[in-house]
T-cell receptor, first 112, second 112 residues
């Protein structure tokens, strides 16, 4: 089974709407990383969360880490077409030797 | 500019013809890694290297080879490519003691 589950798999929102993407780990998290990928291109680092309860923001994107649930949520406020792309969460897990595993990604489309 | 570069960016080849995808980073990172990205499967790690002359298998190493003779370079070698290796490949690097990975722009490989 997938160690890192992302939901939803895809999302279509109207410009200006808020949205949330979730990432849940089946194992203990040592760090959670959010990346954005434009279709067929490289990954752009968004933010990293390491401590339970930690919350970080970058422009209109906020990510939180819930240590108890082993889950992170990525929230976009007032979405814009420039937010469209694939959002991937990556995690360093116990026993991973510092390697990251990734969720399958959430494809976000923003309709103008 | 700090970056990870990959070459070529696009490659179409035939089954069995040996190829090498190069990866180079200018950040003096110890750790480097190769991933492949496939629809519905997400990013999967092929091989990684903790430092020069130290390489190890990731989750999907079959059909691939790597070498790490210099700190900055980590080429991915396909000795006898097959159509199931058609994919989008990413190289990444990070500094030891950190978990944030820097990704290259990707190499789209098609094996016919």
């Amino acid at each position: 089974s997938q160690e890192l589950e992302q939901s939803p798999q895809s999302l279509i929102v109207q410009e200006g709407k808020n949205l949330t993407i979730n990432c849940t780990s089946s194992k203990t998290l040592y760090g959670l990383y959010w990346y954005k990928q434009k279709y067929g291109e490289g990954l752009i680092f968004l933010m990293m969360l390491q401590k339970g309860g930690e919350e970080k923001s970058h422009e209109k994107i906020t990510a939180k880490l819930d240590e108890k649930k082993q889950q992170s949520s990525l929230h976009i406020t007032a979405s814009q077409p420039s937010h469209a792309g694939i959002y991937l969460c990556g995690a360093s897990l116990r026993g991973s030797q510092g390697n990251l595993i990734f969720g399958k990604g959430t494809k976000l489309s923003v309709k103008p | 500019e700090a970056q990870v570069t990959q070459n070529p960016r696009y490659l179409i080849t035939v089954t069995g013809k040996k190829l090498t995808v190069t990866c180079s980073q200018n950040m003096n990172h110890e750790y480097m890694s190769w991933y492949r990205q496939d629809p519905g499967l997400g990013l999967r790690q092929i091989y990684y290297s903790m430092n020069v002359e130290v390489t190890d298998k990731g989750d999907v190493p079959e059909g691939y080879k790597v070498s790490r003779k210099e700190k900055r370079n980590f080429p991915l070698i396909l000795e006898s490519p097959s159509p199931n290796q058609t994919s989008l490949y990413f190289c990444a690097s990070r500094r030891t003691g950190t978990y944030e990975q820097y990704f290259g722009p990707g190499t789209r490989l098609t094996v016919t």
